[in-house]
Nanobody, 113 residues
Framework: QVQLVESGGGSVQPGGSLRLSCAASGFTFSWYTMRWYRQAPGKERELVADIGSSTGTTTYADSVKGRFTISRDNGKNTVSLQMNSLKLEDTAVYYC??????WGQGTQVTVSS
């Protein structure tokens, strides 16, 4: 069955960095666009970044441009999100998503001083 397992969340001070990873299995990873979403308490889930299947074209939410970088390794079936210069407002549960239609369980990122 399809599995998306996120890791790398945690607590960090403003200005710090975290790297999230998502390990995928159960589908042909390289065929699909991969995305990171996040959901903060009381807010709707929002798209943070995505990366195309073959060309690796990336897009980012305006709120994270220049700070976050999405990448993928089709050989290892993983997608990552490098998050730098973290802000308080980046606090959320971060979810991995495949355009095949499946979600990971989420990983908590907390930015606090």
């Amino acid at each position: 069955q399809v599995q998306l397992v996120e890791s790398g969340g945690g607590s960090v001070q403003p200005g710090g960095s975290l790297r999230l990873s998502c390990a995928a299995s159960g589908f042909t990873f390289s065929w699909y666009t991969m995305r990171w979403y996040r959901q903060a308490p009381g807010k709707e889930r929002e798209l943070v970044a995505d990366i195309g299947s073959s060309t690796g074209t990336t897009t980012y939410a305006d709120s994270v441009k220049g700070r976050f970088t999405i990448s993928r390794d089709n050989g290892k079936n993983t997608v990552s999100l490098q998050m730098n210069s973290l802000k308080l407002e980046d606090t959320a549960v971060y979810y991995c998503y495949t355009a095949a239609g499946y979600w990971g369980q989420g990983t908590q990122v907390t930015v606090s001083s």
